[in-house]
């Protein structure tokens, strides 16, 4: 098993969702993301399927299948079994460090995955991992060097 | 063509969503309830 990428990110489909319609914490989060051509979001199919019905259900569907046109163009897929949990499954696959929820229980969840948990797995809520990223830390150890500022526009 | 995401936010501004209905929302969908 390979260490986990801290440069690598899960969101589960709460905050997927949450960053499209509401913005506040979870659009501060993942903009840390959209920014840095470094920092990967990973998400299997699972979770994308989870985060359209939401958007979806509580907006349109027009609206979710576009945001689903672009999230697949950006995140890096994985694959795991649908009867896993699709956020935890995604960053344990994707090697991700950090998985972003609104669920603080998750981490203490009991979970019936397919494969053994990394114990290096941040679990936090958007306002929490949006208050500790560190781009310049996280580029020296990630990408070496002094951190360039941010390669992306956010917004684009 | 993708949307810009200036642009899918400015279209989901419109739903005044908040995070609780989401999660509502998503415990449903994955039957946590």
Request: aromatic share 4%; charged share 15%; net charge neutral.
């Given at each position: 098993m390979t260490d986990a990428d801290p440069a690598r990110v899960v969101a589960d489909a709460d905050v997927l969702a949450a960053d499209l319609l509401v913005g506040g914490a979870a659009r501060d989060a993942l903009d840390h993301v959209r920014r840095h051509s470094w920092v990967d979001l990973v998400a299997s199919d699972h979770l994308l399927d989870d985060a359209e019905v939401v958007i979806a259900g509580v907006a349109d569907p027009d609206l979710a299948a576009d945001w689903r046109g672009r999230i697949d163009d950006e995140r890096v897929a994985v694959d795991h079994p649908a009867g896993d949990h699709p956020a935890l499954a995604s960053a344990y696959r994707g090697g991700a460090a950090h998985l972003l929820t609104f669920d603080e229980g998750l981490?203490?969840?009991?979970?019936?995955?397919?494969?053994?948990?990394?114990?290096?797995?941040?679990?936090?809520?958007?306002?929490a991992f949006a208050g500790l990223f560190d781009p310049a830390s996280l580029y020296a150890a990630v990408e070496g060097g002094e951190y360039p500022g941010p390669d992306r526009d956010p917004r684009a | 063509?993708?949307?810009?995401?200036?642009d899918l936010f400015e279209r989901a501004e419109a739903y005044g969503t908040e995070v609780e209905s989401i999660r509502e929302r998503l415990r449903e969908v994955r039957g946590d309830d």
């Open positions: 981490g203490s969840t009991a979970t019936n995955l397919t494969i053994q948990p990394r114990v290096n797995l941040s679990i936090r809520t958007p306002d | 063509m993708t949307e810009t995401w200036a």
